[in-house]
C-alpha cells in the first residue's frame, strides 16, 4: 500500500533490516585485510610526552572525565601539532563546533602521514561525522579488523554505537572486548548500560557490580550505578550512588546532574532545580551548560508551568544564539515546541529550530541531519494534527530522502517514528504497527503502538508495551509528556 506521503511499508521493514546490516554484518568484517604488526593500534609521533598525553586522554575517556580528556588531546596536539589520532579525538569529543570543525580538518590532514590503523581511525571519526555513515562504520570495521585483539579499540566503537542507539551491536563489542580482558572495566560499564536497555536489570547489575568492585576510587561506576537504579525504577538507590560518586570527586558534574533527573522523575521539581542550578554553575564548557539548562526548564513542563517554561527555554535559545552554539539553540526551540497545545505555536517553533540550525555552518552535518530529523519528525505530527496533510505529507517525504541517505539509527528512528504516526492519524492501525515497533524506544511511539494494538486486538503485545511504556524512567522531553499521564490512567484491560 502507499499512504499519501508516498512512502510505503515495503520500504519501512527493509530500512530496519539494512541498519542492522551496516552495523553489524555476518561475518562482521568482510575485506580481510593485513593483521596490524602490533597488538593494539599505535601512535604515530616522535613525541613521547605527546603519546603519554594522548594515552592518558585515552584512560580518562575511559573512565568518562569527558572533558579533562579533551585537555589531555590538546596538550598533546600542542607538543605534536601532527598527531592526528589525537586531533580526530578531539573532534569527536568536544562540544565547541569550531574546534570540532577545526580539529576533523587537521586529523585528515595528518592523517596520510600515520599508519594505515590510525588512518581508518580518523577516517571512522570523520566520516561519520560528515554524514558519511556506510564510509564511516566500513572504516571502523577495519580498524577492528586489523587490531582483533586490541580491547580499546572494541570498547570505542562499542562506546560510540551506544551512543547512536546501537545496545545489541554495541552490547557484541564490549563481549569481545571482555573476550581479551575479562576484567576490562569500560567494557563493564557498557555491558551494563546494554543489558539495562534492553530491561535485563538482573545481569546489568551483576556487571556493574563487577566495574564497581575494579575501580572503587573512581567516581563514574557510582555515577552509572545510579543512573541504571533510576532506569529500573529504584529511585532512592540512585540517588545514594550519585552522592556517593561525588564524594569521590565533587567536580564530577554528570552526577550532580544525575541527582536533578533523579529528583525530576521522582516528580520533586523543586528540588530537582536546586540540584540543576549547582551542575549549571559548574559545568565545564558551555554547551554542557546550556543542556543543563534544558533540563531544568523540563522541570517546568512536568509541572504544567508553561508560561515559566517557555520563558526557560527562549532564554537559553538565546543564550546559546549569543554563545553561537547552534545545536544546543535549535535543541531548545525544538524541545520548546514539543509540549505546546496549540499546532500553530508549536509549528513556528519548529521553524525557528530549523532556522537556527541552518544559520550556523560550523555543525557538523551528523549533527545537523539528527536534529533535522527531530525537528520534521515533529512537524509532521503537527501538522497531521492541525489538518495541514500538505505539510505533513512533504515533510515525511523530507525525512524520508534524509532517511535514505544515511544509515544514521537516530535518523532512521525519527523516520519510523513520523511514519507510525502519520499512519495513526489516517487510522490504519495495522499498517502503523511495523514502523512504530521499529521506533518504540520513544515514549510517543510506544503510546501510539499501544494504541494501535488495541485497535488490532493484539492483546498480549500491548500488554508488554504498556508495562515498558509505564517502566520508562529516562530524564527526556518525551518521557515528562507522555509517561506520568499513562501512569495516572489505568492500564488498558
Known sequence: MRNPSGMSSHFMRISAVLIFGVYVSAPLYAHHLKKGATTSLPVTTQSSQAREL?????????????????????????????????????????????????????????????????????????????????????????????????????????????????????????????????????????????????????????????????LPKEPNPQDSYGELLRMAGNFEGSLAHYRAALKIDPDFVTSQVGLGDTYALMGNQAQARIEYDKAIRFAHNEADRLTYSMQKAMTYVREGRIAEADREYLVIAATARAKEQGLQESQALRQLAEYQKDDTVALRNLQAAE??????????????????????????????????????????????????????????????GAAGALLMSQKKYQDAIAPLEEDQDDPFSMELLVQAYYQTSATDKLHEVEAKLRGTNVPTIEQALVVPAVRSKRPII
Not at 572525565?65 to 592526528?84: I, Q
Not at 532517511?403 to 544514521?408: H, L, P, Q, V
Open 54 to 214: 594522548y594515552a592518558k586522554g585515552m584512560i580518562d575517556y575511559e573512565n568518562l572525565y569527558l572533558e579533562r580528556c579533551n585537555d589531555d588531546w590538546r596538550a598533546a596536539v600542542k607538543e605534536d601539532p601532527t598527531l592526528a589520532v589525537a586531533w580526530a579525538w578531539i573532534a569527536f569529543n568536544s562540544s565547541n563546533p569550531v574546534e570540532v570543525s577545526h580539529a576533523r580538518a587537521k586529523a585528515k590532514e595528518f592523517a596520510p602521514k600515520a599508519t594505515p590503523g590510525e588512518q581508518l581511525m580518523v577516517a571512522w571519526i570523520s566520516k561519520v561525522q560528515e554524514g558519511d555513515f556506510l564510509g564511516g562504520i566500513s572504516a571502523m570495521n577495519d580498524m577492528l579488523e586489523m587490531y582483533p585483539h586490541d580491547k580499546h579499540l572494541f570498547y570505542l566503537a562499542g562506546n560510540w554505537l551506544m551512543g547512536e542507539n546501537g545496545p545489541d551491536q554495541a552490547q557484541r563489542m564490549m563481549e569481545k572486548a571482555l573476550a581479551i580482558d575479562k576484567n576490562f572495566p569500560p567494557a563493564l560499564n557498557d555491558l551494563a548500560y546494554a543489558e539495562a536497555r534492553n530491561r535485563r536489570f538482573v545481569t546489568a547489575f551483576a556487571a556493574m557490580d563487577r566495574y564497581v568492585a575494579l
Open 355 to 416: 532556522d537556527a540550525l541552518h544559520r550556523h555552518s560550523v555543525i557538523s552535518p551528523s549533527d545537523r541531519d539528527e536534529e533535522m530529523s527531530r525537528i520534521l519528525r515533529n512537524r509532521v505530527v503537527r501538522a497531521a494534527s492541525a489538518g495541514n496533510h500538505a505539510l505533513a505529507d512533504g515533510s515525511l517525504q523530507q525525512l524520508e530522502s534524509l532517511a535514505n541517505s544515511s544509515r544514521n539509527r537516530v535518523i532512521q528512528s525519527s523516520y519510523q
